[in-house]
T-cell receptor
Framework: AQSVTQLDSHVSVSEGTPVLLRCNYS??????LFWYVQHPNKGLQLLLK??????LVKGINGFEAEFKKSETSFHLTKPSAHMSDAAEYFC????????????FGTGTRLLVSP | ETGVTQTPRHLVMGMTNKKSLKCEQH?????MYWYKQSAKKPLELMFV???????ENNSVPSRFSPECPNSSHLFLHLHTLQPEDSALYLC?????????????FGPGTRLTVT
């Protein structure tokens, strides 16, 4: 079965310091992976997606993620956190069968302090 | 603005009430989705509609009844709900149901069942 595990429920950083949000996936096939962000009272927004074309994927707002097959990981990073990055982040895998069925991780809440 | 709107944004209903959630997408997409987001649980896919035809029903109880009258509108009819149905209900749309097509989410309806 395909699934994702987000290793941290909360991550706290100071503004201007790097961000690392961890995600491990489980898949029998070459997976399609996504990161979504959810700000309070807002819908989910796609940050980036892994299409198997390149292992380092760049997204919006300075975020990027690296697909590492040997580690079954797809961690999200940003060199310098901004206060506006405070939100909930979801790692998502798309099931390889059926319609576009996304399986979401439990989420990581990013807290950014001044 | 994501182009997907949901009304109402908040809803409180008793277990014997009947209410409906509405979703509208202004993106010209062909597929629409209902998700349930409960506290401390991963986002759960409920229903998928493609070209106004239901293509996925993810073992959802019959007290939730979806309706897709056209490709721009999606409803979720609610009746005799239980307190455990309290959650954030998110609507999403995508250009189709093929792989790697991004899903665009609405802001959600916060439902409280008393």
């Amino acid at each position: 079965a395909q699934s994702v595990t987000q290793l941290d429920s909360h991550v706290s950083v100071s503004e201007g310091t790097p961000v690392l949000l961890r995600c491990n996936y489980s898949s029998s096939y070459s997976p399609s992976l996504f990161w979504y962000v959810q700000h309070p009272n807002k819908g989910l927004q796609l940050l980036l997606k892994y299409t198997s074309a390149a292992t380092l994927v760049k997204g919006i707002n300075g975020f990027e993620a690296e697909f590492k097959k040997s580690e079954t990981s797809f961690h999200l990073t940003k060199p310098s956190a901004h206060m506006s990055d405070a939100a909930e982040y979801f790692c998502v895998v798309r099931l390889s069968t059926g319609f576009q069925k996304l399986v979401f991780g439990t989420g990581t809440r990013l807290l950014v302090s001044p | 603005e994501t182009g997907v709107t949901q009304t109402p944004r908040h809803l409180v209903m008793g277990m014997t009430n009947k209410k409906s959630l509405k979703c509208e997408q202004h993106l010209g997409h062909n597929a629409m989705y209902w998700y349930k987001q409960s506290a401390k649980k991963p986002l759960e896919l409920m229903f998928v509609y493609s070209l106004e035809e239901r293509v996925e029903n993810n073992s959802v109880p019959s007290r939730f009844s979806p309706e897709c009258p056209n490709s721009s509108h999606l409803f979720l009819h609610l009746h005799t709900l239980q307190p455990e149905d309290s959650a954030l209900y998110l609507c999403a749309s995508s250009p189709g149901t093929g792989p790697l097509l991004e899903q665009y989410f609405g802001p959600g309806t916060r439902l409280t069942v008393t």
